[in-house]
């Protein structure tokens, strides 16, 4: 039972990255209470630092199913504007869900700063794969490629939440030990695999600003050219090792392949 419970947890993650599960503007509905002062501060903030092209839903924070959630807050650090996590024990997404899905995204640039890192983290490992800063990819893609199992999985997915998986998940962590520039491949599912950006001690308490190619990434990453996107999050993850930390993620901009031509 231990084994399906732990591939519950990972489907749920999964799921919780693409699933909408709340409303996608911050507003007062019935028989839902209106949004706090704290959530449209957050609201307004994801709106002004986190530049995409057009969606019909916003940026929305998502709590996962027995795991501690810890709110992101919009701060000001030494000038610069940004999303603080005082991340403990805890994980914490936020995402943007793309409707219609996003067709040949190009470029991502976007800037993480950490404290600290997760004390015996290890991304390879199913129990401590935990990642102070992740910015996450999820696709839509060619299912029948997918093994037996992972049509079962989804299968499962959309049973339990009404949603199915994405059929790929690139995300951009910052890791223990990892040399930069791997990419590891989820423990639990080979669909979700993670590109190290960064990696050790070296860089704490400094901005480390990054811009990537996503197609060329993604190519990298699966051998395959990527489809629609679906979702682009922000992730804080340290329940696996237990661990405190504090994170900031500063302006993230997302572009389309076309707007890069000549």
């Not at 704290?38 to 027995?66: D, E």
């Not at 067709?103 to 950490?114: L, N, T």
């Not at 893609?141 to 199915?164: F, K, N, V």
């Not at 999050?233 to 696996?240: E, F, Q, S, Y």
Request: charged share 25%; proline share 8%; aromatic share 6%.
């Amino acid at each position: 039972m231990t084994g399906l419970f732990k591939w519950l947890g990972c489907l749920v993650l999964v799921v919780g990255l693409v699933a909408c599960s709340s409303p996608p503007e911050l507003t007062e509905v019935d028989g839902v209470e209106p949004p706090t002062a704290q959530q449209r501060a957050l609201s307004q903030a994801a709106g002004q630092l986190l530049a995409t092209p057009p969606s019909a839903l916003g940026w929305q924070p998502f709590a996962l199913p027995g795991k501690r959630q810890v709110v992101f807050e919009p701060v000001v650090v030494s000038g610069r504007s940004a999303l603080r996590v005082e991340a403990d024990n805890s994980v914490s997404i936020l995402r943007r869900r793309f409707e219609p899905l996003l067709a040949q995204p190009g470029r991502i640039s976007f800037s993480w700063r950490v404290d600290a890192l997760p004390e015996g983290a290890d991304l390879a490992a199913a129990d401590a794969s935990d990642s102070p800063v992740g910015i996450v990819l999820a696709f839509e893609g060619d299912r029948t490629r997918w093994s037996p199992r992972m049509h079962r999985l989804s299968e499962m997915s959309r049973l339990l939440t009404g949603e199915e998986l994405p059929y790929a998940t690139l995300i951009y962590v910052w890791g223990n030990k990892e040399v930069q520039g791997t990419v590891v491949v989820n423990p639990r599912t080979d669909r979700i695999r993670k590109m190290v950006l960064d990696s050790g001690t070296r860089d704490i308490g400094e901005w480390r600003n990054h811009v990537r190619d996503v197609q060329a990434d993604f190519r990298r990453a699966f051998g395959e050219e990527p489809g629609p996107l679906r979702v682009v999050a922000l992730m804080t993850d340290t329940d696996n090792t237990r661990s405190a930390l504090t994170a900031w993620y500063g302006p993230l901009a997302l572009e389309l392949a076309d707007s890069l031509k000549p």
